[in-house]
């Protein structure tokens, strides 16, 4: 029985990582329709949901199978809740990409970002899509080590949002009240899907460990 229930959990991280994989890709490809002002990506974007929600509902189905069948106890539990939250997580990674693909699409045929800005989101977005590259990962691995590591992106992606800040607040900022509103809430959308994905790590940390991640970095110490 602990072995099917071990085989099964293995199934569920594998569907998790292939959520994972298409948020990223999904605001891969959100980020060029966004400095491109690319119509035709972003609303190929919009309208190709089916994958994310197959998948979804496969790691839903999974967990729930693996409550109701398996029996879990202690860790085998905390392994399995552990895995309904992580779904949740990577469920609003994809929607916040869909969101950035959103502000592309409402603003074509102009561009949604002033120039003194895009250098920002694109890196933004290469953060966004390593921090998701990196979830995956960890999902197969199981390494709270590198789990914990995601944090490292985290940090730069807040350093980016607060520098973006610095340049939205000038004074001289030329570009009036709509393009302010559209990159805070671009630049948020990128912070969040950061944050997702290092809430992603923490808890594989603990599914990992049955630690707290500040536990385990303790003990590491």
Same mark, same amino acid.
């Given at each position: 029985?602990r072995?099917?229930?071990?085989?099964?959990?293995?199934? &569920?991280?594998?569907?998790?990582?292939?959520?994972?994989?298409?948020?990223?890709?999904?605001?891969?490809?959100?980020?060029?329709? &966004?400095?491109?002002?690319?119509?035709?990506?972003?609303?190929?974007?919009? !309208?190709?949901?089916?994958?994310?929600? #197959?998948?979804?509902?496969?790691?839903?189905?999974?967990?729930?199978? %693996? &409550?109701?069948?398996?029996a879990?106890?202690?860790?085998?539990?905390? !392994?399995? #809740?552990?895995? *309904?939250?992580i779904?949740?997580?990577?469920?609003?990674?994809?929607?916040?990409? %869909?969101?950035v693909?959103? #502000?592309?699409? %409402?603003?074509?045929?102009?561009?949604a970002?002033?120039? /003194?800005v895009?250098?920002?989101?694109? /890196?933004? $977005?290469?953060l966004?899509?390593?921090?998701?590259?990196?979830?995956?990962?960890?999902?197969? =691995?199981?390494?709270?080590?590198?789990?914990?590591?995601? $944090?490292?992106?985290?940090?730069?992606?807040?350093?980016?949002?607060?520098h973006?800040?610095?340049?939205?607040m000038?004074?001289?900022?030329?570009?009036?009240?709509?393009?302010?509103?559209?990159?805070?809430?671009?630049?948020?959308?990128? !912070?969040? *899907?950061?944050?997702?994905?290092?809430?992603?790590?923490?808890?594989?940390?603990?599914?990992?460990t049955g630690? =707290?991640? /500040?536990?385990?970095?303790?003990? /590491?110490?």
């Amino acid at each position: 029985m602990r072995s099917a229930y071990h085989e099964q959990l293995e199934i &569920l991280n594998r569907t998790l990582g292939e959520m994972c994989e298409l948020s990223g890709l999904t605001m891969e490809h959100a980020t060029r329709a &966004l400095l491109q002002a690319d119509l035709e990506v972003a609303e190929k974007i919009i !309208e190709d949901r089916e994958r994310m929600t #197959v998948l979804t509902a496969d790691a839903e189905d999974q967990a729930f199978k %693996l &409550l109701a069948l398996q029996a879990p106890v202690a860790g085998e539990l905390r !392994e399995v #809740v552990t895995g *309904f939250q992580i779904a949740a997580d990577i469920d609003r990674m994809y929607a916040l990409a %869909l969101h950035v693909a959103k #502000v592309a699409r %409402l603003r074509h045929p102009e561009p949604a970002l002033p120039e /003194e800005v895009r250098g920002y989101f694109a /890196e933004m $977005g290469r953060l966004a899509v390593r921090l998701a590259q990196g979830a995956r990962e960890v999902l197969s =691995t199981l390494d709270p080590k590198a789990a914990l590591a995601l $944090g490292v992106d985290d940090d730069a992606m807040d350093d980016l949002h607060r520098h973006l800040f610095s340049v939205l607040m000038d004074r001289e900022w030329p570009h009036g009240v709509a393009a302010a509103v559209d990159v805070t809430l671009l630049g948020r959308y990128y !912070e969040r *899907f950061a944050d997702h994905a290092v809430a992603i790590g923490r808890r594989v940390v603990f599914q990992a460990t049955g630690k =707290t991640p /500040e536990q385990f970095a303790d003990a /590491e110490q």
